[in-house]
């Protein structure tokens, strides 16, 4: 139990002196720009799930820039799919559904 408290402790003192020192800010700049790019993104996603799960790290390297490369093909996939699913919404939104003939009843 107090091996965990002391790196809470230490956890804590390093966060709040790299928000005293303004590295938090610079951070938060650097990853807004890596989030507007899908490749990026994915690329530092997939590199430290990879290592945190045990892969080496020239391998792990390799594997995310695989993924990268392949997340365009995916967001191409995503992007026709989204086009079709529009297509057809709005063929639906302009047919209306046919309404049951009700014959009157002797």
Known sequence: MIHWIAIAAVSMAVASMAHQLGFVEKAYAVCGDIAKCPMCTT??????????????PLEAVVLS??????????????WTLSKIYDEL??????????????????
């Open 43 to 56: 690329f530092w996603v997939t590199l430290p799930i990879l290592v945190a799960l045990g892969c080496r």
């Open 65 to 78: 820039f695989a993924a990268a490369y392949l997340s365009n093909w995916f967001g191409l996939l995503l």
């Open 89 to 106: 919404w709005q063929r639906q939104r302009r047919s209306p559904l046919p309404k049951k003939s009700r014959k009157p009843e002797a």
